[in-house]
């Protein structure tokens, strides 16, 4: 075995009172791994680059062989390396440090492994290798490292992963593989991680995994499929987990979703193109910010439901009374629905509602009565819409301010603006009189023309941020045409 032989060189070496120097290290030696090439052995003085368990500027190249002490360094449990480049993990890291609970070598342009690297390394129960350049994770390479409990391996360039790439870790909980180049995984690389709680796969370029690879991973509970290129998914993959609490889908294109879970709190399901989704089961937080969704979710438990972010979608004007069923809503997102108008008896059933957006809207007006059946609400959006000032001064006096509610001020260009109440913008009818003459509809319908005009220039002037002014001419325009 090399293992020793490195020591015995290592012993050779201090004996020759060193300060810091290198030499060819047992090249050629028939006991060098044939994977570990012959390269420097080195010498780091730790002292010098470390202090209270943070080392810095160390620098470790893929051919050397580094020694970082004569004599193993018990007591220390954590050691963090920073503003470092370490190719590899030194081979004598764990027997250096034998009682070492936790290493984190982020950011530190980390390429490979060595075999045994993990020998040793009973004690270690976090490591996190974040953003480095690592491309594979061999057969086995963790064995050692068996009370394991949290594994970061995120930014990195993994491609392929093995069936046995993480075994051994029969007692890590988290795992992290979020942003790296995985394009499959095989049925049997979680099998031997019983104990696994959550999985971070986010950001990867996988398009379906294998029928039963959670199979054994039944405690299960937070899951991130996100930013990947799945275009279906089958809740029938986690039909054993039993405390699954969280799903996260969103980033990927799936446009048609049925979901059958017997119970989870929370799906995260935004910008996935979704237009349609269907959820059984008790789902307590849906995220679906940000989909082509014309529709609400058809959710048969819907009185489980306690957040619904609808927020971005494409809903227009809700027809009914689609909210019946979501009796027990504590937050509801409706921000950027293009809603004109919403239906008189909308939240009739939200009695429970803290917290209710229908900001960057197109809503001119609405009956005030709609609010009667808010009595919980404490925060309620409603900034960035067409609001007439008449309306909004009753809205804040006859609810909001009445009843103590907060909300937001808008950010619109006060030259887009009749006037503000509260900080919130608004605007006058144009001309009362012509009101009376022409008929109320008719001019409640140009009004609501304008005001949607008036909200896509809006939008687009905070897009580009350009000046207004000559915007501003085109809209008094057209209001002196009203
Ligand atoms: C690490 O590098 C950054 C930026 O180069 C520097 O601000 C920081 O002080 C360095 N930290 C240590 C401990 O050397
Ligand atoms: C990695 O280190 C470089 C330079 O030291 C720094 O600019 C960069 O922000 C770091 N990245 C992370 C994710 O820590
Ligand atoms: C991976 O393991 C599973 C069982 O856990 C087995 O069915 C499959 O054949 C293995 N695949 C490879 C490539 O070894
Ligand atoms: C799953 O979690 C339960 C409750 O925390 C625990 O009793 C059980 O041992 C866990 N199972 C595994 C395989 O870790
Ligand atoms: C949902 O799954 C359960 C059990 O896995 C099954 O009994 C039920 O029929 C499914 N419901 C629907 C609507 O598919
Ligand atoms: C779902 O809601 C119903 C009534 O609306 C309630 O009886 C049931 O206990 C709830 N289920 C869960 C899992 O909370
Ligand atoms: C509602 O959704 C919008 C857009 O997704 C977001 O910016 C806003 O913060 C959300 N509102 C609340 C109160 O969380």
């Given at each position: 075995?090399?293992?020793?032989?490195?020591?015995?060189?290592?012993?050779?070496?201090?004996?020759?009172?060193?300060?810091?120097?290198?030499?060819?290290?047992?090249?050629?030696?028939?006991?060098?791994?044939?994977?570990?090439?012959?390269?420097?052995?080195?010498?780091?003085?730790?002292?010098?680059?470390?202090?209270?368990?943070?080392?810095?500027?160390?620098?470790?190249?893929?051919?050397?062989?580094?020694?970082?002490?004569?004599?193993?360094?018990?007591?220390?449990?954590?050691?963090t390396?920073?503003?470092?480049?370490?190719?590899?993990?030194?081979?004598?890291?764990?027997?250096?440090?034998?009682?070492?609970?936790?290493?984190?070598?982020?950011?530190?342009?980390?390429?490979?492994?060595?075999?045994?690297?993990?020998?040793?390394?009973?004690?270690?129960?976090?490591?996190?290798?974040?953003?480095?350049?690592?491309?594979?994770?061999?057969?086995?390479?963790?064995?050692?490292?068996?009370?394991?409990?949290?594994?970061?391996?995120?930014?990195?360039?993994?491609?392929?992963?093995?069936?046995?790439?993480?075994?051994?870790?029969?007692?890590?909980?988290?795992?992290?593989?979020?942003?790296?180049q995985?394009?499959?995984?095989?049925?049997?690389?979680?099998?031997?991680?019983?104990k696994?709680?959550?999985?971070?796969?986010?950001?990867?370029?996988?398009?379906?995994?294998?029928?039963?690879?959670?199979?054994?991973?039944?405690?299960?509970?937070?899951?991130?499929?996100?930013?990947?290129?799945?275009?279906?998914?089958?809740?029938?993959?986690?039909?054993?987990?039993?405390?699954?609490?969280?799903?996260?889908?969103?980033?990927?294109?799936?446009?048609?979703?049925?979901?059958n879970?017997?119970?989870?709190?929370?799906?995260?399901?935004?910008?996935?193109?979704l237009?349609?989704?269907?959820?059984?089961?008790?789902?307590?937080?849906?995220?679906?910010?940000?989909?082509?969704?014309?529709?609400?979710?058809?959710?048969?438990?819907?009185g489980?439901?306690?957040?619904?972010?609808?927020?971005?979608?494409?809903?227009?004007?809700?027809?009914?009374?689609?909210?019946?069923?979501?009796?027990?809503?504590?937050?509801?997102?409706?921000?950027?629905?293009?809603?004109?108008?919403?239906?008189?008896?909308?939240?009739?059933?939200q009695?429970?509602?803290?917290?209710?957006?229908?900001?960057?809207?197109?809503?001119?007006?609405?009956?005030?009565?709609?609010?009667?059946?808010?009595?919980?609400?404490?925060?309620?959006?409603?900034?960035?819409?067409?609001?007439?000032?008449?309306?909004?001064?009753?809205?804040?006096?006859?609810?909001?301010?009445?009843?103590?509610?907060?909300?937001?001020?808008?950010?619109?260009?006060?030259?887009?603006?009749?006037?503000?109440?509260?900080?919130?913008?608004?605007?006058?009818?144009?001309?009362?009189?012509?009101?009376?003459?022409?008929?109320?509809?008719?001019?409640?319908a140009?009004?609501?023309?304008?005001?949607?005009?008036?909200?896509?220039?809006?939008?687009?002037?905070?897009?580009v941020?350009k000046?207004?002014?000559?915007?501003?001419?085109?809209?008094?325009?057209?209001?002196?045409?009203l």
């Amino acid at each position: 075995m090399w293992l020793p032989h490195v020591v015995q060189v290592a012993q050779l070496l201090s004996l020759l009172s060193l300060v810091a120097f290198s030499v060819r290290a047992a090249s050629g030696s028939s006991s060098v791994s044939s994977a570990a090439p012959s390269g420097q052995l080195r010498r780091i003085w730790l002292e010098d680059h470390c202090s209270a368990g943070i080392c810095s500027n160390v620098e470790i190249g893929r051919n050397d062989y580094v020694i970082l002490s004569q004599q193993p360094i018990a007591k220390q449990l954590m050691l963090t390396f920073i503003n470092s480049s370490i190719a590899k993990i030194p081979h004598l890291m764990f027997d250096t440090f034998p009682d070492l609970q936790m290493l984190r070598m982020e950011n530190c342009s980390l390429e490979t492994f060595e075999k045994p690297q993990f020998e040793g390394a009973s004690n270690l129960m976090s490591l996190f290798l974040g953003h480095n350049r690592l491309k594979d994770l061999p057969k086995n390479i963790f064995l050692g490292a068996d009370n394991l409990a949290t594994l970061h391996l995120e930014h990195n360039l993994l491609k392929v992963l093995h069936n046995h790439s993480f075994h051994a870790l029969k007692e890590l909980k988290q795992l992290s593989i979020a942003d790296n180049q995985v394009e499959q995984l095989p049925v049997g690389i979680f099998t031997g991680l019983r104990k696994l709680l959550d999985l971070d796969l986010a950001g990867n370029r996988l398009e379906a995994l294998p029928r039963g690879i959670f199979d054994r991973n039944l405690n299960l509970t937070r899951l991130n499929l996100g930013r990947n290129s799945f275009a279906a998914f089958e809740s029938e993959l986690l039909k054993l987990q039993q405390r699954l609490t969280l799903l996260d889908i969103s980033g990927n294109t799936l446009q048609e979703l049925t979901l059958n879970f017997t119970q989870l709190d929370q799906i995260v399901a935004h910008s996935c193109d979704l237009r349609r989704l269907t959820v059984y089961g008790t789902i307590r937080e849906l995220d679906l910010h940000n989909n082509a969704l014309r529709e609400l979710p058809h959710i048969p438990q819907a009185g489980n439901v306690s957040s619904l972010d609808l927020s971005q979608n494409p809903l227009g004007n809700l027809q009914g009374n689609p909210l019946r069923r979501f009796t027990s809503l504590l937050r509801l997102n409706l921000s950027s629905t293009n809603a004109h108008e919403l239906p008189e008896g909308l939240f009739k059933k939200q009695t429970h509602l803290q917290m209710l957006d229908i900001s960057g809207n197109s809503i001119y007006s609405l009956k005030i009565t709609l609010f009667d059946s808010l009595k919980s609400l404490q925060y309620f959006h409603f900034q960035q819409n067409n609001w007439n000032c008449d309306f909004l001064q009753l809205l804040m006096s006859s609810f909001v301010k009445k009843r103590d509610i907060s909300f937001m001020e808008d950010v619109t260009a006060p030259e887009l603006v009749d006037d503000f109440v509260d900080g919130i913008a608004c605007w006058y009818e144009s001309d009362k009189t012509s009101k009376k003459c022409d008929g109320g509809s008719a001019n409640s319908a140009a009004a609501l023309e304008l005001s949607i005009v008036r909200n896509e220039i809006k939008a687009f002037t905070e897009l580009v941020e350009k000046k207004f002014v000559k915007v501003y001419r085109m809209l008094e325009e057209m209001k002196l045409k009203l």
